[in-house]
T-cell receptor
Framework: GAGVSQSPSNKVTEKGKDVELRCDPI?????LYWYRQSLGQGLEFLIY????????KSGLPSDRFSAERTGGSVSTLTIQRTQQEDSAVYLC?????????????FGPGTRLLVL | SQQGEEDPQALSIQEGENATMNCSYK?????LQWYRQNSGRGLVHLIL?????REKHSGRLRVTLDTSKKSSSLLITASRAADTASYFC???????????FGAGTTVTVRA
């Protein structure tokens, strides 16, 4: 079946604008994760969804970041009033069951550039 | 914060040679996973090794885990140009669900 998909692939925006990033997980996967990867760095955990609820939002870097998931499927990550330091690749992953004791499947990412 | 740290940061080898990279971590883990990333895009899961396992194989990949030293190694045998990528270890701490990634090892395989 289809893997995790993300859109857009690339996004260039001006400082101060809002952006929405979308993630379509693998069908039937309960858990969904958002990560951020800055240039040359490892992945930084942002938020985790179990179904539609987000029990852990501790990784969100500021209150400009928010995420939601509807229908236990699609998730959107919204960044308000973008700043240049928000430039990064935003990766989404899903796994079949709650928690990551098994494999997380990653999407191709959205490369965000804030000018 | 990143728990896993890969070593070396970068590795350049000739096609056909073996590539070895290491990962060290700080806290007790449930499992450790290795991922590959091409050109800064999505990650591909390579192998998962649980805390009660010491060695796993998958094709040309061999992973070892030493929980007493809190370290793991990934060996790629008979490397190919297509193995050129960044390799990340990710640890799942005990009683947690968040994977913690290291900064990665960039492997370049020269033809």
């Amino acid at each position: 079946g289809a893997g995790v998909s993300q859109s857009p692939s690339n996004k260039v925006t001006e400082k101060g604008k809002d952006v929405e990033l979308r993630c379509d997980p693998i069908s039937g996967h309960t858990a969904l994760y958002w990560y951020r990867q800055s240039l040359g760095q490892g992945l930084e955990f942002l938020i985790y969804f179990q179904g539609n609820s987000a029990p852990d939002k501790s990784g969100l870097p500021s209150d400009r970041f928010s995420a939601e998931r509807t229908g236990g499927s699609v998730s959107t990550l919204t960044i308000q009033r973008t700043q240049q330091e928000d430039s990064a690749v935003y990766l989404c992953a899903s796994s079949q069951w709650t928690g990551s004791r098994e494999t997380q499947y990653f999407g191709p990412g959205t490369r965000l550039l804030v000018l | 914060s990143q728990q896993g740290e890969e070593d070396p940061q970068a590795l350049s080898i000739q096609e056909g040679e073996n590539a070895t990279m290491n990962c060290s971590y700080k806290t007790s883990i449930n499992n450790l996973q290795w991922y590959r990333q091409n050109s800064g895009r999505g990650l591909v899961h390579l192998i998962l090794i649980r805390s009660n396992e010491r060695e796993k194989h998958s094709g040309r990949l061999r992973v070892t885990l030493d929980t007493s030293k809190k370290s793991s190694s990934l060996l790629i045998t008979a490397s190919r140009a297509a193995d050129t990528a960044s390799y990340f270890c990710a640890t799942l701490p005990v009683n947690d669900y968040k994977l913690s990634f290291g900064a990665g090892t960039t492997v370049t395989v020269r033809a």
